[in-house]
Structure formats: structure tokens, C-alpha cells
């Protein structure tokens, strides 16, 4: 079981970009799937979080300019982000608790990182 994330790129400030990271394998269930981000020289910091019933959780700089979503069907989750601005420029991680066919707990996975860069 992986996470495969997509839909990084270059954009200009107030531009749009969606974020999409599918889980891949023999998958039982998800318990939630979230977006990090690593600004350069930090620590990684949640983005936003979203649980299997859809409850969703942002981070207060994103708030009202970002929308994550799933799709259970998929095993995918995505990042809308509008109005983007030079300080969202970072690593965009996608992150999910995800119970394999043959588990009995979830496991923590991550996908690899996908860059935003977004000019001024």
C-alpha cells in the first residue's frame, strides 16, 4: 500500500492549483487522509485534515482558501488552493492512516513530497 501524489507546480500569486494523492494497494479502510506542507528549514506542519465522515480541519492560514475533499471510492484526497500567495510556496505532503487487507491497525503512510512554488 502507497500514497502517489500529484498536481505541484508553478503558479503566480492569487492562482489555483489542486493537490491529488491516491492511495494504491489492497486498502480495508482509511480513518483520514491529510495535506502537510514544509516550508524550508521547518518541520512539517498540517495544512489540512479530513476524517472518513468528511469532518475537515485547517490550518488558520489556509482557512477560507483551501478545500480538501476525498473521494472514498478512489482512496483519493485533493487540495483545492485558490488565492495562493508566495508564502504558501513549500513541499506538499499528503498523509493517511490507512488499514491494509491482512491488518489489524492502521498504518501511518506518507506520500512523496510534491513542490508549490507560487511567484509574487
Known amino acids: 500500500v502507497q500514497l502517489q501524489a500529484s498536481g505541484g507546480g508553478l503558479v503566480q500569486a492569487g492562482g489555483s492549483l489542486r493537490l491529488s494523492c491516491a492511495g494504491s494497494?489492497?486498502?480495508?479502510?482509511?480513518?483520514?487522509m491529510a495535506w502537510y506542507r514544509q516550508f524550508p528549514g521547518k518541520e512539517r506542519e498540517l495544512a489540512a485534515r479530513?476524517?472518513?465522515?468528511?469532518?475537515?480541519v485547517y490550518a488558520d492560514s489556509v482557512k477560507g482558501r483551501f478545500t480538501i475533499s476525498q473521494d472514498n471510492a478512489k482512496n483519493t484526497v485533493y487540495l483545492q488552493m485558490n488565492d495562493l500567495k508566495p508564502e504558501d510556496t513549500a513541499v506538499y505532503y499528503c498523509?493517511?492512516?490507512?488499514?491494509?487487507?491482512?491488518?489489524?491497525?492502521?498504518?501511518?503512510?506518507w506520500g512523496q513530497g510534491t513542490q508549490v512554488t507560487v511567484s509574487s
Open positions: 479530513i476524517n472518513a465522515v468528511g469532518g475537515t
Open positions: 498523509n493517511a492512516e490507512i488499514k491494509p487487507n491482512g491488518f489489524t491497525y492502521y498504518r501511518n503512510l
Open positions: 494497494g489492497s486498502i480495508i479502510s482509511i480513518a483520514r
